[in-house]
């Protein structure tokens, strides 16, 4: 069993955000990654947890989200997890569609498609009746 | 700096001025799904107060998010619709890597003022 390093309990409250963001990019340079790498993932991690702020809980401040970490040497496992409303089947795909036109933009499709340019793997599973879970993978490089 | 009405010192500063027959909104600080909401506001405002165009000063923007993205995809549209000018002043690097992650880079007209 892979452990997580570090496992916190946010409440659904778009004002922590910022104080997540500073948690991630210090556990991403701290787990051997780069500053930009570190600001990729924060981006990215934010906007899992704006989705289920916005879409899970629909808004409501007074729910909860739990954001799991851990490095080993293959890389980063980031999981979010909240128990709201499951995403319906299809919306994930749909919510990813090509927003290159700005008629497409739509917030929820682009916050996916970000946390997928950013990372090399990406798992969304919404529940059966509640909750939601996304795990990203971030691989490490190797030089030269 | 100024506070929310929790108290908590926001983080964002948003100013909106005439300059050269244009609406100037200038940016600083995190733009999040917290705190976008306010540049919505004052670009709404700004489309409202001119007939030529209006732009938004994202120099000093030190992070920015979809939320913020789709904040200035809203407002290019709805300046379109004016038949307004829209367009971004020295967008920051962060706001230069979301734009280029979400494919929207292009789509923007950029102004670059020392």
Same mark, same amino acid.
């Given at each position: ?144 | ?23 100037? &909104? ?7 799904? @917290? ?7 004052? *670009? !709404?405002? #700004? %489309? ?5 165009? &209006? ?7 030190? @992070? ?7 904040? *200035? !995809?809203? #407002? %290019? ?23 280029? *992650? ?13």
């Amino acid at each position: 069993m892979n452990c997580p390093d570090l496992r916190i309990q946010v409440r659904s409250e778009p004002r922590f955000l910022k104080c997540i963001r500073e948690l991630l990019r210090s556990y991403v340079v701290n787990s051997g990654f780069s500053r930009d790498q570190a600001e990729s993932v924060a981006l990215a991690v934010d906007e899992a947890c704006s989705n289920s702020i916005r879409h899970s809980y629909g808004g409501s401040c007074d729910e909860f989200f739990e954001i799991s970490l851990r490095s080993d040497p293959a890389g980063l496992e980031i999981v979010v997890t909240d128990q709201g409303r499951p995403a319906p089947p299809g919306e994930i795909a749909r919510r990813k569609a090509d927003p290159t036109a700005p008629e497409e933009v739509k917030p929820g499709g682009l916050g996916l498609r970000l946390i997928s340019e950013v990372f090399d793997e990406v798992d969304f599973r919404p529940g059966q009746e509640r909750g939601n879970r996304v795990i990203m993978r971030l691989k490490r490089k190797s030089e030269g | 700096m100024k506070v929310d009405r929790n108290g908590e010192k926001m983080e964002l500063e948003v100013n909106v001025k005439e300059q050269n027959g244009d609406m100037l &909104v200038t940016v600083k600080g995190d733009v999040d799904l @917290y705190t976008s909401p306010r540049v919505r506001s004052a *670009l !709404v405002k #700004a %489309l409202t107060k001119t007939s030529g165009g &209006v732009g938004i000063d994202l120099r000093e923007v030190t @992070y920015m998010d979809s939320s913020g993205v789709a904040t *200035l !995809v809203e #407002a %290019l549209r709805a300046a379109g619709q004016k038949k307004l000018d829209f367009f971004l002043v020295s967008p920051s690097k962060p706001v230069m890597k979301v734009l280029e *992650l979400s494919r929207l880079d292009s789509v923007f007209r950029i102004r670059k003022d020392s």
